[in-house]
């Protein structure tokens, strides 16, 4: 039997996610309480009627949520497969959600950003076990939904690895799921051109600024030689998802560009990936 937790921070995409589990065929239930896991497997597998499971489990456990470390030990004990998916989203996205589905936070704090720092700090251990770590800041249900296949589908889908392509700003951190991290500071800056400030790496005018330096050809090429002869050997060792992280200054101009060009490459060598542009739209004026 195979067991998935879900969990993570409230407005972060779980339904999305369980939702998507229960297309790959997976018995899911939402707000599982925590001393009841081991009860529910162990009835699945002794009537052989659930090969798979998805439980949502998360702060909205109140006082009974300190059970799930527990829980997991002992799920292990039986011999039973337990994979841990933690969704993570930045605060300033959680609280735009928040308002626009207008819902209180489930921890019932005096204000949304103080309820995020409290669940922060509460399910940050719970993080660190986790064996699948996704930002949904920028992500598109879509995309979610092509992660999640990559490493939970018994399916094909799940036989080739998922390479995510992640641009970013160093001013605003080093993503922290990433597995290679590149710096591209090094090329020429669109930013110190004002007809260009504005624009992003995606927009034509830049990506051209960029890509008509010769260093950025250069640096591109290899950049792809290294990914095609990792990729396949990162597969190998059982790893369907490699955060490759992108950074420039602000992550708006030159990270963007190169990033969008990695990932119509790597596309366009049949494998499925996904481009995240995480800090595309954080301010404009500097790159």
Same mark, same amino acid.
């Given at each position: 039997?195979?067991?998935?937790?879900?969990?993570?921070?409230?407005? &972060?995409?779980?339904?999305? &996610?369980?939702?998507?589990?229960?297309?790959?065929?997976?018995?899911?239930?939402?707000?599982?309480?925590?001393?009841?896991?081991?009860?529910?497997?162990?009835?699945?597998?002794?009537?052989?009627?659930?090969?798979?499971?998805?439980?949502?489990?998360?702060?909205?456990?109140?006082?009974?949520?300190?059970?799930?470390?527990?829980?997991?030990?002992?799920?292990?004990?039986?011999?039973?497969?337990?994979?841990?998916?933690?969704?993570?989203? =930045?605060?300033?996205?959680?609280?735009?959600?928040?308002?626009?589905?207008?819902?209180?936070?489930?921890? *019932?704090?005096?204000?949304?950003?103080?309820? @995020?720092?409290? #669940?922060?700090?509460?399910? =940050?251990?719970?993080?660190?076990?986790?064996?699948?770590?996704?930002?949904?800041?920028?992500?598109?249900?879509?995309?979610?939904?092509?992660?999640?296949?990559?490493?939970?589908?018994?399916?094909?889908?799940?036989?080739? @690895?998922?390479?995510?392509?992640?641009?970013?700003?160093?001013?605003?951190?080093?993503?922290?799921?990433?597995? +290679?991290?590149?710096?591209?500071?090094?090329?020429?800056?669109?930013?110190?051109?004002?007809?260009?400030?504005?624009?992003?790496? +995606? *927009? #034509?005018?830049?990506?051209?600024?960029?890509?008509?330096?010769?260093?950025?050809?250069?640096?591109?090429?290899?950049?792809?030689?290294?990914?095609?002869? +990792?990729?396949?050997?990162?597969?190998?060792?059982?790893?369907?998802?490699?955060?490759? &992280?992108?950074?420039?200054?602000?992550?708006?101009?030159?990270?963007? =560009?190169?990033?969008?060009?990695?990932?119509?490459?790597?596309?366009?060598?049949?494998?499925?990936?996904?481009?995240?542009?995480?800090? @595309?739209?954080?301010?404009? +004026?500097?790159?």
């Amino acid at each position: 039997m195979r067991c998935v937790i879900v969990t993570g921070m409230s407005g &972060a995409g779980r339904t999305m &996610a369980l939702h998507q589990l229960e297309d790959m065929g997976y018995f899911c239930v939402d707000n599982m309480p925590p001393q009841m896991i081991i009860a529910f497997i162990t009835s699945c597998m002794q009537n052989n009627s659930v090969e798979k499971a998805a439980l949502v489990v998360d702060t909205r456990a109140g006082v009974f949520f300190d059970n799930i470390y527990q829980a997991v030990d002992d799920i292990g004990a039986m011999g039973v497969q337990c994979d841990l998916l933690f969704l993570e989203t =930045a605060d300033e996205v959680l609280i735009r959600r928040y308002k626009e589905s207008r819902r209180r936070h489930p921890l *019932d704090a005096d204000s949304v950003l103080s309820g @995020i720092a409290q #669940e922060r700090k509460r399910m =940050a251990k719970l993080r660190e076990m986790a064996r699948y770590v996704i930002d949904t800041s920028v992500l598109l249900p879509r995309e979610l939904g092509d992660m999640l296949w990559a490493m939970f589908s018994d399916g094909e889908r799940r036989d080739t @690895i998922l390479p995510v392509v992640v641009s970013f700003g160093y001013k605003n951190g080093i993503p922290v799921d990433a597995d +290679l991290v590149f710096d591209v500071r090094f090329l020429p800056n669109p930013y110190y051109d004002p007809e260009l400030r504005m624009f992003s790496g +995606l *927009d #034509e005018p830049v990506r051209s600024y960029v890509y008509d330096h010769e260093v950025t050809r250069e640096f591109e090429e290899k950049l792809m030689d290294m990914l095609l002869y +990792l990729l396949p050997h990162y597969q190998q060792e059982g790893k369907f998802q490699l955060v490759i &992280a992108i950074g420039c200054t602000g992550g708006r101009h030159r990270s963007v =560009a190169v990033a969008q060009s990695v990932y119509k490459r790597l596309k366009e060598t049949g494998m499925r990936c996904v481009v995240q542009h995480r800090d @595309i739209g954080k301010d404009a +004026l500097k790159a």
